[in-house]
């Protein structure tokens, strides 16, 4: 039985030798016929390609999302841009071919060589940007001596187009190559050096949105640097694009109205919150950015006295004037300090303790009651109003009604304005609030402080019953094939704190300031609608070293609006810098603004709503 396991044993033990020595023969055989294919048949090409070929990842940028108004018109798109780099690795003499493609091309050797001291650090088989968005000229000076410059690399990448500048610069921003300490921040983890990115504007603040996801291909380069095929490629995904709520025929109208006056106009849907138009001239062109400023055009714009980098809508601050006195009615009638019939005598100035107030009509206004003080703007019922009343109630009712803060709309840098109290005076400057600053502070001068968009804001919520929305600019966001991944809703962040009845009263002010012979506005009344407002006059104090002719101490003028009167779809706030009287500047620029609106854009067309008829009255 022994003898008959061990023939077993030995015949499975020489099967399974057999079996091992044939697939080791096999396997060596594959291998020897592997490399006689790869060093007799391929091995001329394969010696090539390892002596002067390598294998490299490049990135390929992503289209930047596009930017357009609520009607879908394209207002920030995307052209080529042919951008030159250069590879150390390839450029054999460095200095020397520097040399040369600024000879070629023409372009300033000094902007390249600082350009590479910028980039030092960069592995040397990564591109270094030395010049992006090159002329026609200079992409054929430097194709055609392609030969002569190892290293030196174009790539096309999108770049940004503002279709309609000027027009809309503050809205949308612009964009500017990436800095340093950029480059360090974790939101820009997936940006290198010569990216552009968004700095100001919807540009900046939907960065996120916008930018998209670089895309590589595996490329086959020959010494020289150049592409010799693409090996693999992994597409860029494309930045989402973002539909704005602005109207950009009303924006083009109103930037048209404002013309070369420094100022500002917004218009809001008072039913949303959402911004029509915002206007702040005077403006700058968005592409210069992109293309390239020089240090004396970039002098130019920030020295300007007229500041045309700021956007006067959200970031300039300026005393409300008489548009404040809308706030100061509201408070008074709810704090009882008036009713509808509450009435003083205006003989066109007030004394208070050793001083005279004047009336800005310095004959006065008669016997005054709230309607007749909103709609002929009567300072001395309103200095009445705030002895009452005193700063503090003041300053919650302004507070209430939204000013004193952002108002949070979906731009960067927004100023909040100030609304002054006893306390804040006291810690500020040191020195306990006297009454008499009351007076100035209840008809929107003194300490006072707003932007146009708060002001919009305000009116906005006055006519449509006293709810405030927060302002929104981005109406909805998609991908590059259409898919809605944001859509915006109206946000309440509050209610006006006044009455039906008492806000009634005010809006009635508002309605007479345009539709009664005696009211402010009465020049810019509307044929066809009702529209409601309230002029402003902010004085300015004190006059600048470089104003010669005296035209920065004019006043600025202010006009708050609304229309139609039952059931507004728009709301506008336009602010002129010096330019006098709300009623005879401001007050027209809006009052066309609604009309065109109203009528749907088409130039000369009246709107046509049901208008409340009003007769005047003499001595109202």
């Known amino acids: 039985m022994t003898d008959y396991l061990d023939n077993v044993s030995s015949e499975w033990f020489d099967q399974r030798l057999s079996t091992t020595m044939?697939?080791?023969?096999?396997?060596?055989?594959?291998?020897?016929?592997?490399?006689?294919?790869?060093?007799?048949?391929?091995?001329r090409e394969l010696r090539r390609l390892s002596e002067i070929n390598s294998i490299r990842l490049k990135t390929v940028a992503a289209p930047r999302g596009l930017i357009f108004?609520?009607?879908?018109?394209?207002?920030?798109?995307n052209r080529p841009s042919y951008d030159v780099s250069i590879?150390?690795?390839?450029?054999?003499?460095l200095l020397e071919t520097i040399s040369k493609l600024s000879r070629y091309a023409g372009i300033d050797e000094s902007e390249l060589l600082d350009r590479l001291e910028k980039a030092k650090?960069?592995?040397?088989?990564?591109?270094?940007?030395?010049?992006?968005?090159?002329?026609?000229?200079?992409?054929?000076?430097?194709?055609?001596?392609?030969?002569?410059?190892?290293?030196?690399?174009?790539n096309v990448s999108p770049r940004r187009d503002y279709i309609y500048t000027p027009s809309s610069a503050h809205i949308l921003g612009y964009m500017g190559e990436i800095g340093v300490k950029e480059l360090k921040n974790k939101r820009f983890s997936d940006c290198k050096t010569g990216d552009y990115i968004g700095k100001y504007g919807i540009e900046r603040s939907r960065e996120h949105w916008l930018r998209g996801k670089r895309g590589g291909q595996q490329v086959e380069v020959k010494a020289t640097g150049q592409v010799a095929r693409v090996l693999n490629t992994v597409d860029a995904v494309p930045g989402h694009n973002i539909i704005l709520s602005i109207d950009l025929s009303l924006q083009q109208k109103a930037e048209q109205l404002l013309g070369e006056k420094a100022g500002a106009a917004v218009a809001v849907d008072p039913s949303t919150g959402r911004i029509l138009a915002m206007v702040s001239t005077p403006s700058y062109d968005q592409n210069s950015f992109i293309s390239g400023m020089s240090h004396k055009e970039w002098n130019a714009l920030v020295s300007d006295p007229m500041h045309p980098l700021e956007n006067k809508a959200i970031?300039?601050?300026?005393?409300?004037?008489?548009?404040?006195?809308?706030?100061?009615?509201?408070?008074?009638?709810?704090e009882g300090v008036i009713d509808e019939n509450?009435?003083?005598?205006?003989?066109?100035?007030l004394k208070f303790g050793n001083r005279t107030y004047r009336c800005w009509k310095k004959w006065g206004h008669g016997e005054v009651n709230i309607v007749k003080a909103l709609s002929e703007s009567c300072d001395v019922y309103f200095y009445k109003v705030g002895q009452e009343l005193g700063v503090d109630r003041l300053a919650w009712y302004a507070r209430a009604f939204g000013l004193g803060s952002p108002t949070g709309v979906d731009l960067d840098h927004e100023a909040g304005g100030l609304i002054p109290t006893a306390q804040w005076k006291k810690k500020r400057v040191g020195v306990s609030?006297?009454?008499g600053e009351t007076l100035s502070i209840v008809i929107g001068q003194g300490f006072n402080l707003a932007t146009p968009l708060q002001m919009a804001m305000v009116v906005a919520a006055v006519g449509n019953g006293g709810t405030r929305y927060q302002p929104t600019i981005v109406k909805t966001i998609r991908t590059a094939d259409g898919k809605t991944v944001y859509e915006s809703v109206p946000k309440i962040v509050g209610k006006l704190p006044i009455s039906k009845k008492n806000l009634s009263i005010v809006r009635n002010g508002l309605f007479k300031a345009v539709n009664d012979r005696h009211g402010t506005a009465w020049r810019s009344r509307l044929d066809g609608v009702a529209m409601c407002g309230k002029t402003g006059t902010a004085q300015v104090v004190g006059r600048r070293e470089d104003d010669e002719d005296g035209e920065r101490i004019k006043d600025h003028a202010w006009f708050l609006a609304y229309a139609p009167e039952d059931n507004p779809s728009i709301a506008v706030a336009v602010f002129v810098e010096h330019g006098e009287h709300g009623s005879t500047t401001a007050a027209p620029i809006a009052a066309e603004m609604i009309r065109f609106h109203l009528s749907g854009g088409q130039p000369g067309k009246a709107p046509s709503h049901n208008v409340r008829h009003l007769e005047t009255v003499q001595g109202d």
């Open 315 to 334: 970031q300039a601050e300026y005393p409300p004037a008489s548009t404040y006195k809308i706030i100061a009615a509201a408070a008074g009638l709810e």
């Open 433 to 435: 609030w006297q009454k």
């Open 22 to 43: 044939v697939v080791v023969i096999a396997a060596f055989v594959l291998l020897i016929a592997r490399l006689l294919f790869l060093q007799v048949i391929e091995g």
């Open 87 to 93: 590879i150390v690795k390839d450029a054999g003499s």
């Open 342 to 349: 509450s009435s003083f005598f205006c003989p066109g100035f």
């Open 121 to 154: 650090g960069t592995r040397a088989y990564k591109p270094v940007l030395l010049k992006s968005d090159v002329s026609r000229d200079e992409l054929a000076a430097i194709e055609v001596n392609r030969w002569d410059l190892p290293g030196i690399v174009v």
């Open 69 to 77: 108004d609520s009607h879908d018109r394209l207002m920030a798109d």
